[in-house]
């Protein structure tokens, strides 16, 4: 049975870790650990990809008698599942091919090679559970090894409170999921996910669900304002870790969420949609606009997954609104949509930190401001990383274009739907959509221009060279998909059907059948798209000008002095910089995002001093939301600390008047 076969892969990571805490002071640990990781990734990947191309309509599920006496472990594989675990085990196979290269400059492999397999693992027994107590203990389980993965380097600086505060967000989100399987379960104590379905709760029990599904899913996932963690975390931890933490464990957190809302709680209500419509526009928006402040190479792509979690929530929304009004076809188009943004995002965004790791190991800088002319020293690492800055910033012929294409189809389905609140908002929200993706092409316009173009920055920029073979090996698979997803969606959106036949009863017509492989999420009279056309238009017209080029230039060599661009200084001090790169954005948008404030300091005349610019931004989120909570809480333990210092007689009053408190309680309750 293929779920067997899965769970021995697990099994298999699981052991894997074990064996690398005995030999973490072996040499070739390493690449043991991440060759067996690979191999077993690579299996995991197969067995998913079958039971989803062949057996999509066929669940298959386990038992095993451990956990709950009277519950044991349920484990499940239906096509969601299939879908989420080709998720999951793609990267957990490209990130392992990249550690054979990046790991030998691991500065602490003993701190990472024991927990990198047991994360997999870990995501993988999420993806696979189908009971409460199984799922909430394999989720805890992918936290804490997460967690101990961004610890690895805790001894550099803000490292150790990027580890704290993600283990305050993983509890808060584990509580939120614990108490939404508890209401789901009932007074019967139903946690097996099967006796959840037949169970439908009432209205009120179920938007209780969803608010903790929001919450629980929402706070790994990086939904706004639960995203406080990602910018911190995933710049602490090693780059392949830092891919697999944003390219697919925020993807488990979206399959949890799509699992309870759109599976386990029943017939959704049409205002479930509009909220999680505007919890995603927000996010989109918000996460772009932190990016584009970021100099951090590493902290500019983890915000950018703060903004395609808002994507992927905005078609999860549209899904919601057009199935509670029983608009099928377009159900399915958004849940495509969204299904294949969860996708597409593992894979590019997997890639540009892949190509940020290959830079940091390059050159031992994630500041952007003190790299440079990278393009001369790493021209492949350049060319992949170039390639998934094009997909993150969703322009054709790549995969990024293509899901969101998609989400703007379902929007413009919304008129149709019969609540003026939707018909308003959804056309809102598309706006913000459109905004994120301009400000996204933006900021990767920054982000590659300034690492990889112009001149080098520092000596570390000059003396670079080009990353090891595994490293590219890894980056080019993942260009290899984005050019196919983008160029071939009709394939991986047929690929997708069975998981939107299952949850919501209807799917996209097959698209690999359309003439000329032409995508037609609705009729042929209102949108298409062809990305292979595209693709070879782009290629015609690119082989067309090098031909005219070389054809008609002159071969004649002239010198002259080079058009200076109003800069004959070779210094690359007057070269474009991040921060001038973002200072229109923050000008328009930051005095409402970030109440941003800058401070100009000019010298007198006759002074030769250097006039200086401060600008100071406030993370709006964390001053108005954590901070107050923080002090509260410091509060309330600075009161319950002076309880220890009570005398034998102030606690004896204190038991005795809980005691009569409590009596009073179960006599007004009777």
């Known amino acids: 049975m293929a779920v067997a076969v899965l769970l021995f892969c697990v099994g298999v990571l699981l052991a894997t870790g074990v064996g690398a805490v005995a030999g973490a002071r072996r040499s070739a640990t390493a690449a043991i650990v991440y060759g067996l990781s690979l191999l077993v990734s690579a299996v995991a990947l197969a067995v998913a990809f079958a039971a989803l191309a062949f057996d999509s309509q066929w669940v298959q599920t386990l038992r095993l008698p451990v956990g709950l006496p009277w519950l044991g472990a349920h484990f499940r594989l239906d096509a969601l599942a299939a879908l989420f675990l080709i998720v999951v085990n793609l990267g957990g196979l490209t990130a392992s091919l990249y550690g054979l290269g990046y790991g030998r400059h691991e500065e602490a492999p003993g701190r990472v090679l024991p927990f990198f397999p047991a994360f997999l693992a870990g995501m993988n027994l999420v993806v696979l559970a189908d009971d409460a107590f199984t ?144 919890l995603g526009g927000v996010t989109a928006v918000l996460g772009v606009l932190y990016a584009l402040m970021q100099h951090d190479l590493k902290r500019l792509l983890a915000y950018h997954t703060v903004e395609n979690i808002g994507i992927v929530f905005i078609g999860l929304g549209l899904a919601l609104s057009f199935q509670a009004n ?12 969204a299904l294949f943004h969860v996708f597409n995002h593992s894979v590019f965004k997997s890639l540009l930190f892949f190509g940020a790791g290959a830079v940091l190991t390059a050159t031992g800088e994630r500041d952007m401001e003190r790299l440079g002319g990278l393009i001369h020293r790493m021209p492949f690492t350049a060319f992949a990383f170039l390639a998934g800055s094009i997909a993150i910033s969703a322009l054709p012929p790549l995969n990024g274009f293509v899901s969101e294409w998609l989400t703007f189809q379902g929007i413009l389905l919304s008129p149709k739907l019969p609540q003026w609140l939707l018909k308003f908002l959804v056309p809102a929200i598309g706006a913000m959509l459109a905004l994120s993706a301009a400000l996204a092409a933006g900021c990767f316009v920054k982000a590659f221009g300034v690492t990889f173009l112009g001149r080098h920055r520092s000596s570390a920029a000059q003396g670079a060279r080009e990353t090891d073979g595994f490293s590219l090996a890894a ?25 939107t036949q299952q949850l919501l009863g209807a799917r996209l017509e097959p698209q690999a059948e359309m003439a000329w492989l032409t995508l037609v999420p609705i009729a042929e009279g209102r949108s298409s798209y062809n990305g292979l056309l595209l693709f070879l238009l782009i290629g015609a017209a690119a082989l067309l000008c090098a031909k005219a080029i070389h054809r008609w230039a002159s071969r004649a060599v002239r010198r002259s002095a080079a058009w200076d661009c109003g800069f004959p200084d070779p210094s690359p001090l007057t070269q474009y910089t991040a921060g001038s790169f973002a200072q229109p954005i923050r000008r328009v948008f930051g005095t409402v995002a970030f ?8 010298p007198p005349p006759g002074e030769t001093g250097p006039a200086t610019l401060r600008v100071h931004m406030r993370d709006l989120v964390w001053d108005g939301l954590y901070v107050p909570v923080e002090r509260f809480i410091g509060f309330a333990a600075d009161l319950l600390n002076r309880v220890q210092f009570w005398t034998i007689r102030a606690y004896l009053n204190l038991v005795f008047f809980s005691v009569v408190l409590l009596l009073m309680v179960l006599t007004l309750w009777s």
Request: with cysteine; charged share 10%.
């Open 595 to 602: 109440r941003a404030r800058e401070e100009v300091s000019m």
């Open 135 to 278: 799922f909430l203990l394999a989720w805890e389980f992918m936290s804490l090894v997460s967690w101990a993965l961004v610890m690895a380097h805790h001894r550099e600086a803000g490292n150790a409170r990027a580890g704290y505060i993600y283990l305050l967000m993983a509890s808060f989100g584990t509580l939120a999921l614990l108490l939404a399987f508890g209401l789901l379960a009932g007074p019967e104590g139903g946690y097996a996910f099967d006796a959840i379905r037949r169970a439908v709760p009432d209205p009120a029990l179920a938007t209780a669900v969803l608010v903790l599904a929001l919450l629980g899913a929402g706070s790994k996932a990086g939904l706004v304002p639960l995203h406080v963690w990602l910018p911190l975390a995933h710049p602490a931890a090693p780059s392949h870790v830092s891919a697999l933490m944003s390219g697919v464990m925020t993807k488990v957190a979206v399959y949890g969420f799509v699992r309870i809302v759109f599976d386990l709680l029943g017939p959704p209500l049409w205002w479930w949609g509009a909220v999680v419509l505007v």
């Open 475 to 499: 980056m080019f698979l993942l260009v290899f998909l984005c050019l196919l997803a983008g160029v071939l969606p009709g394939f991986f959106i047929d690929g997708l059907a069975p998981a």
């Open 326 to 337: 029983l608009m099928g076809p377009a159900a399915a188009l958004a849940l495509t949509a």
